[in-house]
Structure formats: C-alpha cells, structure tokens
C-alpha cells in the first residue's frame, strides 16, 4: 500500500511569492491534515479537509489555505511568502473523519524563503 | 502554559538499553493518544496508537497511559541503533469539529551501538 505522496521534496522561494504544495492521501483516505513543522515551534495543525470540505483549521493567518479534490488529494497554498513561513510543510490523511483514525504522514514538502 | 509538554532530551543509551519517553497533558479532552518516531528528513511514521489507559505492547514498544495523572510513556525494550530518531507524543480529543493532533515537542533519542 502506497503512503501519503507530497511534492515537491523541496522548495526555493522569495518573500512575497506564493507556493502551492500538493498531498495524495493512501489509497481509501478520505482525510487530509496538513501541519506546519518550524525550527523551534513543533508540530502545528494548519488545515483539515475531509470529502472536499474544509472542517477545521489551525491559528494561521488566512493566506494560508487550499483545498481538497474529488480523488482526495490536496494543495495548500500560501501567498505573500514571508521569512517565518520556512518549514517542514507535513501532509498526513486518516481512512475517514471518525475519531478513532489514526493520521499517516507524508515525508513533507520543505519550504525555504529567502 | 503548553498542552502536551514532552521531556526534551536529547537522551543517548547504549544499545540494549530500555527507554523511557514521557509526556504529560493538561486537557482533559485528550481522549486518543499516539506515539510518533521521525528519522532525519522524513516524516512522522506511527508507531503506537490507544484509547484506554493502560498498557498497549507491540514487539519492543510498550505504551502506556494514565489519564488520571494525565501521563503518557512509550517504552522500548532492548533499544537498537536503528531506534535513533526524535518520538513525538501526540493527542486529540473527541470534542466537536476537532480531529487535529497536538504535539509534543519531542524527545531526540541516539542509541549507541
């Protein structure tokens, strides 16, 4: 069973621009989670999509979004870059929205602004 | 004060060691709770993953919680160098719209062979 794919591995970006990162949950998934992993800050929750909605979403500033496909997957996007944005961008998706589902992660998309 | 708090380590053990990794939590709602490893580069993989307190044992990894103290430890028996890795303590409750994890801080674990 394939895991959780994200991409790009990797990302250059400048102050001001926009990114779009992109997850495909495992195969059955119907839940995507993306957190934001800083130097220093931990494992933060940004986004929860769940059957092409958004159900809940963590304490970032609304440049911070995206959203979910028919087939599952996902993008997060963020516009106007800035410094404190460079992170581990984390994607982990869960077989449904019941509690008892445990979150399988993705091996990130790291972001760096410069 | 933070949610979870997790021991910071860094811990270093000689191989064969057994490990203790501890976190504690403040909010009761915390209803599930797992234990993450994370090598270098890579994402978090799922290592153990209960409701009820109690112990949970698979292969060298024991989890164990105590919601009454609002503990949680993950033990691992005859530690190995390939056990080197940082371990997240994670949770979430079974309020509402609410199915995002907390983390801890985590723990950076060096097994030395």
Same mark, same amino acid.
């Given at each position: %069973?394939?895991?959780?794919?994200?991409?790009?591995?990797?990302?250059?970006?400048? +102050?001001?621009?926009?990114?779009?990162?992109?997850?495909?949950?495992?195969?059955?998934?119907?839940?995507?989670?993306?957190?934001?992993?800083?130097?220093?800050?931990?494992?933060?929750?940004?986004?929860?999509?769940? %059957?092409?909605? %958004?159900?809940?979403?963590?304490?970032?500033?609304?440049?911070?979004?995206? +959203?979910?496909?028919?087939?599952?997957?996902?993008?997060?996007?963020?516009?106007?870059?800035?410094? %404190?944005?460079?992170?581990?961008?984390?994607?982990?998706?869960? +077989?449904?929205?019941?509690?008892?589902?445990?979150?399988?992660?993705?091996?990130?998309?790291?972001?760096?602004?410069? | 004060?933070?949610?979870?708090?997790? #021991?910071?380590?860094?811990?270093?053990?000689?191989?064969?060691?057994?490990?203790?990794?501890?976190?504690?939590?403040?909010?009761?709602?915390?209803?599930?709770?797992?234990?993450?490893?994370?090598?270098?580069?890579?994402?978090?993989?799922?290592?153990?993953?209960?409701?009820?307190?109690?112990?949970?044992?698979?292969?060298?990894?024991?989890?164990?919680?105590?919601?009454?103290?609002?503990?949680?430890?993950?033990?691992?028996?005859?530690?190995?160098?390939? #056990?080197?890795?940082?371990?997240?303590?994670?949770?979430?409750?079974?309020?509402?719209?609410?199915?995002?994890?907390?983390?801890?801080?985590?723990?950076?674990?060096?097994?030395?062979?």
């Amino acid at each position: %069973e394939a895991g959780v794919t994200q991409s790009p591995t990797h990302l250059i970006k400048t +102050r001001g621009q926009q990114v779009t990162l992109r997850c495909s949950p495992i195969s059955g998934h119907t839940s995507v989670y993306w957190y934001q992993q800083a130097l220093g800050l931990g494992l933060q929750f940004l986004l929860w999509y769940d %059957e092409g909605e %958004e159900r809940n979403r963590g304490n970032f500033p609304p440049r911070f979004s995206g +959203r979910q496909f028919p087939n599952y997957s996902s993008e997060l996007n963020v516009n106007a870059l800035e410094l %404190e944005d460079s992170a581990l961008y984390l994607c982990a998706s869960s +077989r449904d929205r019941g509690y008892d589902q445990p979150q399988h992660f993705g091996d990130g998309t790291r972001l760096s602004i410069l | 004060q933070k949610e979870v708090e997790q #021991d910071p380590g860094p811990l270093s053990v000689p191989e064969g060691a057994i490990v203790s990794l501890n976190c504690t939590y403040s909010n009761s709602a915390f209803q599930y709770f797992m234990w993450y490893r994370q090598y270098s580069r890579k994402g978090p993989e799922l290592l153990m993953y209960t409701y009820s307190s109690g112990n949970k044992e698979d292969g060298r990894f024991t989890a164990q919680v105590d919601k009454s103290s609002k503990y949680i430890s993950l033990f691992i028996r005859d530690s190995q160098p390939s #056990d080197s890795a940082t371990y997240l303590c994670a949770m979430t409750s079974l309020r509402g719209s609410a199915r995002q994890l907390t983390f801890g801080s985590g723990t950076q674990l060096t097994v030395l062979p």
